[in-house]
């Protein structure tokens, strides 16, 4: 995150099969509250390289928080208020587009929210005024190609782009709602990705999403989903995004 504005640390939510940061040379660890409740864990600060990072484990530490339930105002909030303005939030996702099937990394440009019911925004309750952000590009393009350069560096193949479709979980979808969710031209399909990007950009924060595909999507192959080959996926391509993670922290 060479570009990130000075002496900010960057914040990184770890998702599903990335609760805890190797790599990170931790230096404290916090319990914070925030006017929006608490963050799913403590904030872990370290350094990533020279890189001063927080890291907060979405789903807590252990993972515990099913994704309809997380706290997302207050994680964002949490990040926010210990000096953060670029967060990079890692996703596990499932496949829909036939280049990203498991252990292929993604960093998508756009996003579909099919979620319901989850507190997605800041900007309710006693207004002044009501506010409507621009959300036409919902991931910061500097900390995508941030991204992206890294992967390059490492020789990691990703997927520069795509449509991260978000749905309210906890259970995987149907065939036909993948179906009908590529016909909407999403190319991917995850529980966490909404309302996260929306609370950082109300908060001014730069985002983007490093997704983890670690299925094929409902349909997209010939058997059903199971735990077993998601943990294969984790296995296999967790290492790619922790490699991108170091690598964009440096320089
Ligand atoms: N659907 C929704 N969320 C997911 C999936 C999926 O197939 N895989 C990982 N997160």
Redesign the pocket.
Known sequence: MSSRPAQHPVGIIGG?GLTTLSGLEITGERSVDTDWGQPSAPLVEGRLGDQPVIFLARHGNPHRIPPHQVNYRANLRALYDAGVRTVVGVN???GIHQDMGPAHVVVPDQIIDYTWGRPSTFFEGELEHVTHIDFTWPYDADARRILIEAAASRKTTISDFGVYGA?Q?PR??TAAEIRRMERDGCDL???TGMPEAVLAAELGMRYACLGLV??W??GKSDHI?TMEE?EAAIDQGMSSVKGMLEASMAG
């Open positions: 599903t596990a996702v499932g749905t979980g995987l979808e399909v995850g529980m670690v299925n999507a409902a989903i998601i």
